[in-house]
């Protein structure tokens, strides 16, 4: 009688313990999420979609350059492959950016589409 007793008190224990650990693991992946719902530096493909003359005489160093005009052939390869989870699209105004964002949204790209305008608003973009 005790040996079934303790084994249904082991049961019983290690039930809790589950449960415990898949309410705490659940809190840290609500709190994760929290931390990293907006665009930073570290969860962020920055893509200036300016001409590439442009992108030359003066661009932020942490981006990469895919013209409109490769964007619009379907040029996509940086955006479907990337690990990040945003992607912020810059250029001089914001108005190739939303053009490029307009077409990206039809791809079915994994990250969420952000428009920052000017490649010189980048600087609000936190580390």
Same mark, same amino acid.
């Given at each position: 009688?005790? =040996?079934?007793?303790? @084994?249904?008190?082991?049961? +019983?224990? *290690?039930? #809790? +313990?589950?449960?415990?650990?898949? %309410? =705490?693991? @659940?809190? %840290?992946?609500?709190?994760?999420?929290?931390?990293?719902?907006?665009? +930073?530096?570290?969860?962020?493909?920055? *893509?200036? *979609?300016? !001409?590439?003359?442009?992108?030359?005489? /003066?661009?932020?160093?942490?981006? =990469?350059? *895919?013209?409109?005009?490769? #964007?619009? /052939?379907?040029? =996509?390869?940086?955006?479907?492959? !990337?690990?990040?989870?945003?992607?912020?699209?810059?250029?001089? +105004?914001?108005?190739? @950016? @939303? !053009?490029? #964002?307009?077409?990206?949204?039809?791809?079915?790209?994994?990250?969420?589409?952000?428009?920052?305008?000017?490649?010189?608003?980048?600087?609000?973009?936190?580390?």
């Amino acid at each position: 009688m005790k =040996i079934a007793q303790i @084994a249904k008190n082991s049961s +019983t224990n *290690v039930l #809790i +313990t589950l449960f415990a650990v898949s %309410v =705490i693991a @659940a809190m %840290v992946s609500i709190e994760l999420h929290a931390e990293s719902s907006k665009p +930073t530096w570290s969860n962020s493909l920055v *893509v200036d *979609v300016r !001409t590439e003359n442009e992108f030359n005489e /003066k661009h932020h160093p942490d981006s =990469i350059n *895919v013209p409109l005009s490769e #964007i619009q /052939k379907g040029n =996509i390869d940086a955006f479907k492959n !990337t690990d990040k989870e945003f992607i912020v699209v810059v250029c001089r +105004t914001g108005q190739r @950016a @939303a !053009t490029a #964002i307009k077409y990206l949204e039809n791809q079915n790209l994994k990250a969420k589409l952000e428009n920052y305008s000017s490649f010189e608003y980048l600087s609000t973009l936190e580390k």
